[in-house]
């Protein structure tokens, strides 16, 4: 009887260090958890009238090595923490030269030294680590953007030198700042 009830109690504990390890994880970029270590950022622009967003957890540099340390070099990377970053437009897009039908895609990266690939991926809703590569709807070179003069501390996506239906899709973290073209086709 004692054994049968040691193992509930186990059991049960197990359980419960399961779903607080989750809960803990998902308060990581949950926009209503207090001082989340990665929050929740946004970078948005209206193209053609129509809306291109980008949904992403930001992090912050802590004092690490990011590119080369904490993120290798020429290896996938989620391009932000936790869930994978989200991109979602209203308009078909043209990124660098890639064709993007209207949808939701996620976003991975693979930060080289000299270089970077973009990745948009078929796949959403899942957590940044479980990247298929069978889901990709293509990559793209970006291009090296003017460094930053001091570290950039928190990651951050944003859209720059917006005109019409163009713009550039920006990539900023620690001494890194690379882009993309991205224009609204209809």
């Given amino acids: 009887m004692n054994r049968k009830l040691f193992g509930c109690r186990t059991t049960l ?3 419960a260090a399961l779903l607080f390890a989750l809960a803990q994880a998902h308060a990581q970029c949950d926009p209503h958890a207090a001082n989340p270590p990665s929050p929740p950022a946004q970078a ?3 193209l053609n009238g129509k809306s291109v967003t980008v949904d992403y957890c930001a992090p912050s540099m802590r004092g690490r090595k990011i590119f080369g340390g904490v993120v290798p070099y020429d290896h996938w ?3 932000g923490a936790n869930t994978s970053t989200t ?3 209203a308009t078909d897009l043209r990124i660098g030269k890639l064709m993007v039908p ?5 976003i991975y990266s693979i930060p080289e030294e000299k270089g970077w690939k973009l990745i948009i991926n078929k796949q959403t809703g899942q957590w940044g680590t479980k990247y298929d590569p069978a889901q990709d709807l293509g990559r793209v070179d970006m291009s090296e953007g003017t ?9 951050k996506i944003n859209f720059e030198r917006t005109d ?7 990539l900023h973290w620690e001494t890194t700042n690379v882009f993309v073209a991205v224009e609204a086709i209809n």
Avoid: C, D, I, M
Avoid at 102 to 106: D, E, F, M, N, V
Avoid at 164 to 170: D, Q, V
């Fill in 44 to 46: 948005a622009v209206t």
């Fill in 77 to 79: 990377w989620r391009t």
């Fill in 102 to 106: 209207a949808g939701t895609y996620s």
């Fill in 164 to 170: 019409g239906n163009k713009t550039e899709l920006h």
């Fill in 87 to 89: 991109l979602k437009t």
């Fill in 147 to 155: 460094l930053p003069s001091a570290p950039v501390e928190t990651f």
């Fill in 13 to 15: 504990l197990a359980l």
